[in-house]
């Protein structure tokens, strides 16, 4: 009966809210203690009682109100972390100020004008503690709300165990707590693992969840690589304003990698007792991925032995804001530690694959995808730990799991090293470049040729340094040599231009099969079609060049890598320019294409000349000119109509002496940059986006770094 009355009024307290025309004053603390004081709502009953509607009608028709509820709620957040929440009722009003605020925010940050509310000053906030009136001393209410939550996660008898068993702590002892005494678990840097504390681990999730939330306005901003902007809530948790940082870092690192979801491995014990657990863990990989999105590419980066091109302790000023949790992450050193991160995320990500004789007795974990981004953040950041994960001998513990979900999202394609391509993935291959080759495709963007020559790159690689036991790619290319043909003759007048062009406004029509085995389209010759209902479809930025996306370097006759410099452009004797080898020609492709009025970009014949002649197709169109008439005399003469027949003549046959010169392998190793990031970035928040249901955070709101497709 209790509950149900304490919701009604708190029901009553919102519909008041969003009434009211005249604004209410902050001094009337007995309506405001109507959200937080005098209810004990769930933060599903908070959902659930603040529509999304009437946010948004607060926000249009009265913001002084929300504006003075965002401000109360932080207000009411940062006295339960001063005072340390040593009553019921004290932490009752920490958690419904918390929940309100996780409802609450992502309406805040959809709106333009409301964007900057919580970067604006609060009088009586000074950053010195002291309360002063000076507005140029007062501290936003972003930097307020931050530090509370950091504070509030390693509260004793809150988020924390307590060390000391007397019942009142006076605020100085709360300010001088060494909260790295209170990390949450043992791992990283601390060794004692506290005794579990369900309560704990809740009120640690919810404050965890509105952290996040607090992170999430980078949902509500379009993408856009080229502005170099940070996130100003990561930035600022992440400096040295938040005390918290280290001990927090190693909180959550800790608590994600010594989680262990089948425990002593009793069957269906998932289903007879319930996991408080799981979801802090989750929580904490999101925050912790989050909080790890740094460019990279900005910052000191660790050099190939595993330490960094330069630190703070240097004499030149550092490129920007240091984040400490990067900072913190990249500076793990311990082998003990090391093993500790690998088994856990290894643990975690095997999870999926165990199998046992009685159907769904073990817990299956859902965040693999976190867990994923997270170990990616590890070797990005810590080379050291990548290079210890490869001389492991636990590295098949990780590499097994990887492939797993690499093959559970159907990720075909390494080319110089692929032993033996399957029939399926030869075919897939080639369904890609006759995807990529259709004239409207290439003629459709000035990066799109560069696929074509990504792929006949992989070709010419297996070709000329696995050609034995790639009989089926052999023939698949065999098959589809029309696709070749059309390459090489590809149109650059512009009438063909432009009509191709007109094509892709229409129905893109298929290939055509001349000399094709197969008269319907193949799947991938035509443009994607739309996300189904109810699915995450991203729209990502321009894809960057080719150049900025690959680091390229050479394996030399001893077995090492080299770095390729730029080379000049050579020309041939007939003064043509020189057929070298892709990666040689990515510079010369970025030849003058015109303009629109409007700025559109749009294809040239010079622009499709400029890269249509430096196709690398000549060992492909040699191996066809080999290979071609002996496969037809075969099947003339011995009238094969098997390919399993055409498929072993392949196997037992040779093009040595007969291909032009092998080309030095060449090694495209990835190359963080201000595009990738961005792809990154939006990947991470849409994982997040969907993974976030129960409350749904994000739901409804207008998110503007990827689309939502809804039933």
């Known amino acids: 009966m209790g509950s149900s009355d304490s919701k009604l009024n708190f029901r009553k307290a919102v519909i008041q809210l969003t009434t009211k025309t005249q604004p209410v004053e902050a001094t009337d603390d007995a309506f405001w203690d109507q959200f937080w004081a ?65 409802r609450v925010l992502p309406y805040i940050f959809e709106d333009p004008d409301w964007r900057g509310f919580f970067w604006s000053t609060v009088p009586g906030a000074g950053r010195g503690g002291q309360g002063e009136e000076d507005d140029e001393n007062a501290r936003p209410l972003a930097e307020s709300l931050l530090l509370a939550i950091a504070d509030l996660l390693f509260c004793p008898d809150f988020t924390v165990q307590s060390h000391r068993r007397s019942t009142v702590d006076s605020a100085e002892d709360v300010h001088s707590l060494d909260s790295c005494e209170y990390i949450w678990e043992a791992g990283v840097g601390f060794a004692h693992s506290p005794q579990p504390n369900y309560i704990h681990d809740m009120n640690r999730m919810e404050l965890l969840k509105l952290l996040l939330t607090c992170f999430s306005e980078a949902m509500y901003l379009p993408p ?34 010594a989680y262990d979801p089948v425990g002593y491995g009793i069957p269906y014990n998932h289903l007879l007792f319930s996991d408080y657990r799981e979801p802090l863990v989750e929580e904490a990989a999101q925050v912790l991925i989050v909080t790890l999105d740094h460019d990279s590419a900005s ?55 165990l199998q046992t004789y009685l ?45 797993f979900f690499l093959n559970d999202a159907r990720a075909d394609q390494l080319s110089p090293y692929l032993k033996s391509l399957s029939m399926v993935t030869a075919n897939k291959l080639l369904h890609l ?37 790639n009989s089926n790619l052999v023939y698949a290319i065999i098959r589809k040599r029309s696709v070749f043909h059309q390459l090489a003759n590809l149109p650059t007048d512009p009438p063909t231009i432009h009509k191709a062009l007109q094509r892709r406004r229409r129905t893109p029509e298929p290939l055509s099969r001349t000399g094709s085995q197969e008269g319907t389209s193949m799947e991938g010759s035509r443009p994607a079609a739309p996300a189904e209902p109810g699915t995450l479809k991203t729209s990502l930025v321009a894809t960057p060049g080719i ?48 303009s629109s009025a409007s700025g559109q970009w749009s294809p040239t014949p010079e622009w499709v000349l400029s890269w249509k002649s430096k196709l690398p197709l000549q060992t492909i169109m040699r191996l066809l000119q080999v290979l071609v008439p002996q496969v037809e005399k075969i099947c003339i003469d011995k009238g094969l109509t098997d390919e399993s027949e055409i498929l072993r003549f392949l196997q037992h046959g040779t093009l040595v002496g007969l291909l032009p010169v092998p080309h030095p392998i060449l090694i495209r190793k990835y190359q963080a940059n201000s595009g990738t990031a961005m792809w990154f970035r939006t990947y991470m928040w849409g994982v997040i986006y969907l993974r976030n249901v129960d409350p749904p955070v994000w739901y409804d709101t207008d998110v503007k770094l990827f689309e939502i497709q809804r039933v």
Request: charged share 20%.
């Open 38 to 102: 005098d209810t004990a709502t769930s933060v599903q009953d908070v959902f659930a009682l603040v529509p999304a509607a009437e946010i948004r009608a607060v926000r249009e028709e009265s913001p002084s109100n929300l504006a003075t509820l965002c401000y109360k709620a932080v207000e009411k957040l940062v006295q339960g972390a001063e005072s340390g929440c040593h009553s019921e009722k004290e932490k009752q009003i920490v958690l419904n100020c918390s929940r309100l605020l996780t």
């Open 547 to 594: 150049d900025k996306l690959t680091e390229k370097s050479q394996v030399s006759e001893d077995g090492t890598l080299r770095s390729l410099e730029p080379e000049p452009q050579q020309s041939s004797e007939d003064g043509s320019p020189a057929k070298g080898e892709p990666s040689q020609a990515w510079r010369e492709q970025r030849r003058p294409s015109s």
């Open 299 to 353: 910052s000191a980066s660790p050099t190939v032995d595993g330490t960094t091109t330069g630190t703070a302790m240097d004499d030149a000023d550092p490129p920007g804001p240091e984040n400490l949790f990067v900072n913190y992450l990249s500076r793990i050193h311990r082998e003990e530690d090391f093993q500790f991160i690998l088994k856990g995320i290894a643990r975690l990500l095997s999870n999926p694959l």
């Open 224 to 257: 856009a690589p080229e502005s170099g902007s940070t996130n100003p809530w990561v930035q600022f948790f992440c400096s040295t304003e938040n005390r918290h940082a280290l001990p927090l870092f190693t909180s959550l690192l800790n608590t994600v990698c």
């Open 359 to 403: 159907p769904n007795s073990t817990k299956k974990i859902q965040f693999h995808q976190e867990l994923l981004v997270l170990f990616w953040k590890l070797c990005d950041f810590n080379k050291k730990f990548l290079f210890f994960v490869l001389k492991s001998s636990d590295v098949l513990d990780i590499l097994v799991p990887i492939l």
């Open 433 to 469: 470049l006759e995807a990529f080759s259709t004239t409207w495709f290439l003629f459709s963007a000035a990066q799109n040729h560069h696929l074509v020559f990504f792929l006949l790159e992989v070709f010419n690689n297996i070709i000329q340094y696995q050609f034995d036991g």
